[in-house]
Nanobody, 113 residues
Framework: QVQLVESGGGLVQPGGSLRLSCVTS????????MGWYLQAAGKQRDLVAR???????IYSDSVKGRFTISRDNAKNTVYLQMNSLKVEDTAVYYC???????WGQGTQVTVSS
């Protein structure tokens, strides 16, 4: 079965940076489009960044220019570099194969002064 483990979240001040990691297992990463998703308290889970198997990327308007998604297929890992963090970025962040409906635990990102 596909397994994904997110890590790298934490408490940061506005303007700070974090790098989230998603280590995958159970499948060959290079064949899949991968995404990072955000779920703020009381809200729906939304796609914030996507990277396809050809490394083409898509970002939500709210994070464009601040976040960068990347992948290292050899390490079975997807990353989300988060810069210039804002309070409104506070959420649980999930990594998943795009279109997959099963989710892991995610990693909490809290941006607060």
């Amino acid at each position: 079965q596909v397994q994904l483990v997110e890590s790298g979240g934490g408490l940061v001040q506005p303007g700070g940076s974090l790098r989230l990691s998603c280590v995958t297992s159970g499948t060959i990463l290079r064949f899949y489009a991968m995404g990072w998703y955000l779920q703020a308290a009381g809200k729906q889970r939304d796609l914030v960044a996507r990277i396809n198997s050809d490394c083409n990327t898509i970002y939500s308007d709210s994070v464009k220019g601040r976040f960068t998604i990347s992948r290292d297929n050899a390490k079975n890992t997807v990353y989300l570099q988060m810069n210039s963090l804002k309070v409104e970025d506070t959420a649980v962040y999930y990594c998943n194969v795009v279109g997959r409906t099963k989710w892991g635990q995610g990693t909490q990102v809290t941006v607060s002064s």
